[in-house]
């Protein structure tokens, strides 16, 4: 923003007009406008939309496609493909090297400084702010009358390293290293200063990853409610920290998803809603303290959004500890159910609860499995099966651990875990469950569930 006060031409009766005095008033203008969009705060220079040529840059050059902006001196830059106002392409070669470890790009134009010519020929050697053209411009009130006009584009430049040099307006665009094999690519980790987030790569997928996250997580504690069903919800108070957590995410989630479907949202916008959210996960999280959040640097968006970004992603892994440990079953042709306690957390599980979900009447379920049912490691099924043992055995129960999301229509078993059968089990990590028509897996839903000890 300028310090100094935009100073008005005046003008009189009878005054020659030159045009000095019509160039005062365009600048005059320009800085008002400019000093009044400052006046309102928030970011009022950067990139509003940017696209580069892949195809350019795998062939070792860098081309801009598409550029909206508007510069810190408040000039205002719009073009698209094979538009004029575009600047050249500019070739990497002598620059990013394979000693580079990032190449700085930017795109800039002359400043508008006194006594200094602004207009001049695009091929100039001296570049001048302006790039001008001469245009056959028609009448709009008389369609015959045709003039030549001079009309005057932003002469934009496209710099590498430390080219940009003291009298010229750029914006840092991007930063180019080099994958793998060799080949230039954008650093995804870059933040332009921009005044969309539609401008910034690493901004759009990380609200989009950060969204995906976020329903993934209410989805995993919504279906962690005790329902008894369709309308009614258990609520006990070791819940508290889960349903809270809860909240915040169902408050958040519509914000978040609107925030990944507009591109035309403000940095200074995206940072308050995620620091508010921040604000309520650390409610569950006591290492982090919401005073220390990043503050917001417009020239500097990477180190104001890649912590705060970490930041969340982290507590909402650590927010709520899972209060018991799904076991997937794979259901063979011959009805058989097979599944592997790999998850590390099943060592602590004290507690080991069977859901059967069936159309038959809960209370014939419950009185039906415990001697109908066969559960042994998979090594010991097959003998089981055969020998019309029970294996491990079951207990049906009407009100299974606090810790087990109930449903409606789901009939509960305790494993009994003092025999031989459990100890092959917990020993070959893997469990083999049986259970014949009508509660095989093609006519009911089965989940086996372990539930952590407390201590």
Same mark, same amino acid.
């Given at each position: ?5 935009? +100073? ?10 030159? &045009? ?6 365009? *600048? ?8 009044? %969009? ?8 950067? =990139? ?28 205002? #830059? /719009? ?7 575009a ?8 620059? =990013? ?14 400043? *508008? ?17 302006y ?12 369609? +015959? ?19 940009? +040099?003291?009298? %010229?307006?750029a914006?840092?665009?991007? @930063? ?5 094999s060799?080949?230039? /690519? ?23 990853e ?44 519509? #914000? ?28 569950f999280d006591?290492?982090?303290d919401?005073?220390? =959040?990043p503050?917001? /640097?417009?020239t500097?968006?990477? *180190?104001?959004?890649? &912590? =705060? ?29 097979l ?22 009447? @809960? ?7 415990? &001697? ?10 097959g003998s ?18 606090? +810790? ?38 093609a006519? *009911?839903?089965v989940?086996?569930?372990? #539930? &952590?000890?407390?201590?």
């Open positions: 923003m300028s310090s100094r006060q935009p +100073e008005r031409v005046v003008w009189r009766q009878g005054m020659l007009v030159s &045009p000095q005095h019509l160039q005062r008033a365009d *600048a005059f203008h320009e800085s008002l406008l400019d000093v009044r %969009v400052d006046m309102l705060g928030g970011a009022t220079w950067g =990139l509003c939309r940017m696209v580069v040529d892949d195809g350019s840059l795998k062939s070792g050059q860098f081309k801009l496609r598409s550029l909206s902006a508007v510069f810190p001196d408040g000039l205002c #830059v /719009q073009f698209g493909a094979e538009d004029p106002g600047p050249a392409a500019r070739s990497l070669d002598d620059y =990013l090297t394979s000693t580079t470890a990032v190449l700085d790009v930017y795109v800039g134009v002359r400043t *508008a400084r006194a006594n200094v010519t602004l207009y001049g020929d695009a091929s100039d050697e001296v570049r001048t702010r790039a001008v053209t001469e245009r056959l411009v028609t009448d709009t009130t008389n369609p +015959e009358a045709d003039l030549t006009v001079s009309l005057a584009r932003p002469n934009l430049t496209v710099f590498l390293g430390d080219e940009p +040099e003291d009298g %010229v307006a914006i840092k665009v991007a @930063e180019l290293v080099r994958d793998s060799g080949t230039p /690519q954008l650093s995804r980790t870059y933040v332009p200063p921009c005044m969309q987030i539609g401008a910034a790569q690493y901004l759009t997928s990380s609200v989009t950060l969204l995906s996250i976020m329903v993934v997580k209410a989805r995993a504690l919504s279906e962690g409610r005790r329902q008894r069903d369709a309308s009614n919800v258990e609520f006990a108070a070791r819940d508290v920290t889960r349903y809270l957590l809860l909240s915040a995410l169902s408050q958040k989630i519509p #914000v978040v998803s609107h925030l990944a479907a507009a591109g035309d949202t403000s940095p200074i916008v995206l940072y308050l809603q995620l620091c508010e959210f921040a604000g309520m996960l650390s409610s006591a290492s982090l919401p005073s220390q =959040l503050k917001f /640097q417009p500097d968006l990477r *180190a104001t959004f890649e &912590p =705060l970004f970490g930041e969340i992603k982290r507590m909402l892994g650590a927010a709520v500890r899972d209060q018991c440990v799904n076991v997937p079953l794979d259901a063979r042709q011959d009805g058989m159910l599944g592997k306690l790999k998850d590390e957390r099943l060592a602590d599980c004290n507690l080991y609860v069977l859901a059967v979900e069936s159309d038959a009447p @809960e209370q014939r379920v419950a009185n039906d499995l415990p &001697p109908m049912s066969k559960i042994a490691s998979w090594r010991d099924i089981i099966v055969r020998s019309a043992l029970p294996g491990v055995r079951l207990a049906a129960t009407h009100r299974p651990p606090p +810790e087990v999301p109930i449903r409606p229509r789901q009939v509960y078993f305790l494993l009994k875990l003092d025999g031989a059968h459990w100890q092959n089990i917990a020993r070959d990590r893997n469990i083999a469950i049986y259970l014949p028509p009508p509660y095989d897996p006519h *009911a839903k989940t086996l569930l372990g #539930v &952590p000890s407390q201590n």
